[in-house]
């Protein structure tokens, strides 16, 4: 069932959302060669604590850490280590916030010093299907709008669409209904509403979209070793169009 939100509930997610964007900013802020994921994960659940929030993924499921970090290969869900970044890398951070009862959930792709063409290339276009997936986030739309926004945007530029993972709808808990798939025939699925609150973001391959996971039982890897690349906003729909609550 898809939980409508109330403007009250909106405000709340509103505010888990900053404490998640201002976290990201810091982190992105802090990224260079030689810094490590543990130093970045570390950083997060500091500054989160600090501004009174709870790091949503610590424990969720059984997951050790404050952040996902994901390098290079490493798609989603990847452990935070002792690996100096190097440049010439690229670093996914998964991020989730609970305060006050409400979540709120981001991600951005980050360059470590210069990428070659293709792996920027790789990066912007993903950044930008996110953009035109929260554009059709719009009441009177079909979910799967939103989700063909996204593989209609990537897979002419050459890039691929992982099917494994998906956005989904955020509020009281983590994970909500819908499943929000980032591939698919528009025009299908439930009627976008005012008061859903959906958690978007794409996940893209450089090369084939297979997935595999490693023996940790979460990070998930790219079946070929290319990259991939991963951006997510906390998005509500409004009367007037989409909101992104997790954006400064």
């Known amino acids: 069932m898809i939980v409508l939100k109330s403007p009250a509930e909106i405000d709340k997610m509103r505010a888990a959302g900053r404490i998640v964007a201002e976290t990201l900013a810091l982190l992105e802020s802090r990224i260079e060669p030689g810094v ?9 659940e500091q500054e989160c604590r600090r501004q009174g929030g709870q790091p949503a993924f610590k424990g969720y499921g059984g997951f050790p850490y404050a952040i996902c970090a ?3 290969d490493r798609i989603v869900h990847g452990f935070p ?80 669409v992982v099917r494994e993972f998906v956005g989904h709808g955020i509020g009281r808990s983590l994970h909500e209904a819908p499943q929000i798939p980032n591939y698919g025939p528009a025009g299908q699925g439930p009627r976008l509403k005012p008061g859903m609150t959906l958690a978007l973001e794409p996940m893209i391959n450089a090369g084939v979209p297979g997935v595999k996971i490693l023996e940790d039982g979460w990070t998930a890897v790219t079946q070929d070793g290319r990259k991939s690349a991963h951006f997510e906003h906390t998005v509500a729909i409004t009367e007037n169009g989409p909101e992104i609550l997790t954006r400064l």
């Open 70 to 72: 994901s390098p290079n």
């Open 81 to 160: 280590d002792d690996k100096p970044l190097q440049p010439g890398d690229i670093l996914s951070i998964d991020f989730g916030v609970l305060y006050k009862g409400f979540y709120g959930d981001s991600a951005i792709t980050v360059a470590i010093g210069e990428l070659d063409e293709e792996t920027q290339r790789l990066v912007e276009v993903t950044r930008e299907s996110l953009v035109r997936a929260i554009e059709k986030s719009v009441p009177g739309g079909r979910l799967s709008d939103v989700s063909y926004a996204v593989q209609s945007w990537v897979e002419p530029k050459g890039f691929s």
């Open 36 to 44: 490590t994921t543990a130093e970045l994960d570390r950083l997060a």
